[in-house]
């Protein structure tokens, strides 16, 4: 299990962000595009606190949302009952997914466990679970372009983005470069939601010269199609 402080240490300012991120829908047209939601088996890894299960229930998929820290799987679960959306959410670890062989249509992973060196058993599983011609989609920071991409960079210079697509090459996974955006109605909304991002020195300077309710975003959608 790989520790993710933003959303472990304060979910509610992680459902802001989530609020806040591509409410242009570009990432779901992404994976529309290869393999369309509807009528699909559906696995999030990493769902947290199951923000995106109850959306692509509406899209027409049978969605599984699989989380490792029990605290979002509960806040998960509580989500799907009150909105009567049907989708369920298991806990358990991306290393071992508790689904059957080629069971799955699309694997859906936002921000979450896949980020270079080290995750390979977790993509060992998203293959095993995976039918012949399903997807696997993965949506990861651009750190070479855009505004979050240079706060990201001031943040954590130590990340070599280079290292990071020559594996995902290796890997055997394509990848296309979005750019969405965070738009938020209040300004202190954005102000709690990059002081989870980022730490507080960086964040301090970057909301002093950053103006504005939006923030443009570069991500890398990576997908492999088995």
């Not at 472990?8 to 570009?26: I, K, R, S, T």
């Not at 943040?155 to 938020?184: C, K, M, N, S």
């Not at 002081?195 to 970057?206: D, K």
């Amino acid at each position: 299990m790989i520790r993710s402080p933003n959303i472990w240490d304060a979910p509610d300012v992680y459902e802001l962000e989530n609020l806040a991120a591509d409410q242009a829908g570009l990432i779901e047209a992404a994976v529309d595009a290869l393999r369309p939601w509807q009528g699909a088996d559906v696995l999030d890894i990493g769902c947290g606190t199951g923000f995106h299960l109850p959306r692509l229930a509406r899209l027409g998929a049978r969605v599984v949302g699989v989380e490792p820290h029990l605290p979002l799987v509960a806040r998960a679960r509580e989500r799907l009952a009150s909105l009567g959306q049907p989708a369920s959410v298991l806990a358990a670890d991306a290393e071992s997914l508790p689904l059957r062989e080629t069971s799955v249509d699309i694997v859906h992973a936002r921000w979450a466990y896949f980020f270079g060196t080290g995750c390979e058993p977790g993509l060992a599983e998203v293959g095993r679970v995976l039918r012949p011609g399903g997807v696997a989609c993965i949506v990861d920071n651009d750190a070479t372009r855009s505004t979050f991409g240079g706060w990201f960079r001031r943040a954590y210079p130590a990340y070599d983005p280079v290292a990071v697509q020559r594996f995902w090459d290796r890997q055997g996974f394509a990848t296309e470069h979005l750019t969405i955006e965070w738009r938020f109605d209040r300004r202190e909304d954005l102000a709690a939601v990059v002081g989870i991002e980022l730490p507080p020195n960086v964040a301090r300077v970057v909301l002093t010269e950053h103006h504005g309710l939006t923030v443009d975003y570069a991500v890398s959608f990576r997908w492999r199609r088995y």
